[in-house]
């Protein structure tokens, strides 16, 4: 909220329009309209709202024209412009303005501009950017949705990043994996990852880790101490998945996995002890024919088809993001949570697939002992 002592401002992420009856905010699609204001007060409070006024000055200028105006009612106005995010508090700005190095605020204006629309959820735009930058992620796998996730973690300001591969790159690969070039052929994709995002991002600390995941134990290493995990490794398919939940379980890290299935990209994410974990989801499958299907695949090691279309990764790559940054702000709602999400190309639909509990006799995160 704000003091008396406060300075307001107009959020300038909102565009101000003034009508013949009173004045309109439009912005994110939005249009909140305050008419029958014929007598002229909610332009003139609009106008005392200038990036100068404090919120005393701004009662007192205001109740002085309008002498049969309360200062309660005047409190009232602002809190609601507030409250609805039309107003940025200016002092708490400046206070924490020093959060970020000068290179950081020139580098992520527009994150700071994107973030300045959610001050209705009394989030302040740099206080958000200084999570994003305090946050420290875990990629599993450099691939094609690897390498969108990698660059985008880069562009938000991720300020620690740690990938993990064991491939080198192939021409086929290069349709959708934008971390490498022709000249990578047959060259190390985590050393290739590694200059280029470097080099994209110098304020950052990404760094890789050359190795094929092969255990719960291997992981749960390679994790430890981060924020967050996001799984899009597929090698070896079905175990790796079951290494990672066990892993991140362990750990008591939130995990986000998002994948290709031909013309579906898929979104799930898991907080240990809170939601169910991967092996809930699949304690909970009751149909026969999803479970035998699930088990042949598993005992088989299928990997699956060879289909991955360009337009349909750096769509997964941005739900993913999407949603890991709703988790590290902790404003709105994470739609993966506990579900798998999916995104049809066929109609540009996203939908919740599946949804499932928390089974309190998991082998993996069930029982007392995991609280």
Not at 23 to 30: A, D, K, L, P, T
Not at 198 to 203: G, I, L, M, R, V
Request: overall charge negative.
């Amino acid at each position: 909220m704000f003091d008396q002592s406060d300075i307001l401002s107009l959020n300038s992420g909102y565009a101000l329009l003034q009508t013949e009856d009173g004045i309109q905010f439009e912005g994110s699609g939005n249009i909140t309209t305050y008419d029958d204001d014929k007598d002229g007060k909610v332009k003139t409070l609009v106008q005392l709202i200038n990036g100068k006024n404090t919120v005393n000055e701004i009662i007192q200028e205001f109740t002085h024209k309008y002498n049969n105006v309360s200062k309660q009612e005047v409190e009232e106005i602002l809190k609601d412009f507030y409250d609805e995010g039309f107003l940025e508090n200016t002092s708490e700005d400046e206070q924490y303005f020093s959060l970020l190095t000068a290179y950081q605020h020139e580098r992520y204006l527009r994150n700071i501009g994107f973030f300045q629309m959610f001050t209705k959820n009394h989030l302040n735009k740099y206080i958000a950017q200084k999570k994003i930058s305090d946050s420290k992620i875990c990629l599993l796998g450099l691939g094609g949705l690897g390498s969108h996730i990698a660059f985008s973690l880069a562009g938000m300001g991720v300020g620690t990043i740690k990938a993990v591969e064991f491939d080198e790159v192939e021409l086929s690969n290069l349709n959708r994996q934008i971390l490498y070039t022709p000249n990578d052929i047959g060259k190390s994709k985590a050393q290739q990852a590694e200059k280029r995002i470097k080099e994209f991002n110098p304020d950052i600390n990404f760094s890789t880790v050359e190795t094929q995941l092969s255990s719960p134990e291997q992981i749960a290493e390679i994790i430890h101490g981060f924020d967050f995990v996001i799984s899009v490794a597929d090698k070896p398919r079905f175990l790796l998945a079951d290494w990672v939940n066990q892993a991140v379980v362990a750990e008591n890290i939130p995990l986000l996995l998002t994948g290709l299935d031909t013309t579906r990209a898929m979104l799930q994410s898991i907080v240990p002890h809170e939601t169910g974990c991967l092996q809930c989801w699949r304690d909970g499958i009751t149909d026969a024919k999803s479970v035998n299907m699930y088990n042949y695949r598993k005992e088989s090691n299928i990997d699956g088809d060879n289909a991955a279309y360009t337009t349909l990764v750096p769509i997964s790559a941005g739900l993913v993001c999407s949603e890991l940054t709703k988790y590290i702000l902790g404003y709105g709602e994470i739609k993966s949570k506990g579900k798998l999400l999916k995104f049809d190309f066929n109609n540009f639909t996203l939908e919740v697939e599946e949804e499932w509990t928390r089974n309190i006799n998991c082998k993996v995160c069930g029982g007392s002992i995991h609280g």
